[in-house]
């Protein structure tokens, strides 16, 4: 009776240990945060707005330039919560970059045209960033050991505003950031619904939105 482990078997134990890992996430602060308290101007007039979102991601060492991508799951929801900030918006319209639009005249001439038709423009842009190579090291580590050895993944989201007047004047420019680190192990397996990276993704986009249009909101921008 052979009294070994055949490769077969530790080949299957590896793919079975690999399938079932997990993972922690943690994330930072958000940076430049508006440190004044919020407060409602009541002497506003309502105004119109135009948002144009840009959703962004980008792996350093491996694309040159950002890549436009879909706006992530729930995205509606924290624009519309973080909109709660801003007091004195009569009405506004929304619309989003798509990497279709390089071939799609129309779509690009209602981008444009929307800028003229309302009060003010704000141009949001969400950007996510990582190191291609410490990720493909990452990757390495943690497959190529079965999930044994913990490897750590790390994002840089920036969110940045930039907010103009009819005649296409910037008026104001807001950014803020923060970071996501997520670890992968397979005992993180049984703690990973105690720390999502969703949950804190969506954290750090409600944040970043909330905290710039509180500023906003204070600093009375949006004045006709």
């Avoid at 879909?70 to 009405?91: L, T, W, Y």
């Avoid at 992968?184 to 990973?192: D, I, S």
Wanted: proline content about 4%; glycine content about 4%; aromatic content about 14%.
């Amino acid at each position: 009776m052979k009294n070994f482990i055949s490769p077969l078997r530790i080949l299957l134990l590896t793919l079975l240990i690999a399938g079932f890992n997990g993972c922690i996430s943690f994330r930072s602060d958000i940076e430049g945060a508006y440190k004044a308290s919020a407060v409602k101007r009541s002497d506003a007039v309502p105004v119109t707005v135009y948002f144009y979102f840009s959703h962004l991601v980008q792996e350093k060492g491996f694309d040159v330039v950002p890549k436009i991508v879909e706006p992530r799951r729930g995205f509606r929801d924290i624009f519309g919560e973080a909109m709660k900030e801003i007091s004195n918006i009569q009405s506004f319209t929304t619309f989003t970059d798509n990497e279709n639009d390089v071939d799609d005249v129309p779509r690009r001439r209602t981008r444009d045209s929307l800028k003229t038709a309302t009060n003010f423009t704000i141009h949001i842009t969400f950007k996510r960033e990582n190191s291609f190579a410490k990720h493909f090291l990452a990757d390495l580590l943690s497959y190529g050991t079965a999930t044994l050895i913990p490897a750590g993944f790390s994002w840089d989201y920036i969110v940045t505003a930039e907010v103009s007047n009819a005649s296409g004047k910037q008026l104001a420019s807001y950014t803020r950031s923060a970071s996501l680190s997520k670890w992968q192990h397979f005992l993180f397996l049984f703690v990973y619904p105690f720390y999502p990276a969703e949950v804190k993704i969506e954290e750090i986009y409600l944040e970043s939105l909330r905290d710039i249009f509180k500023q906003i909101e204070v600093e009375g921008v949006l004045r006709k």
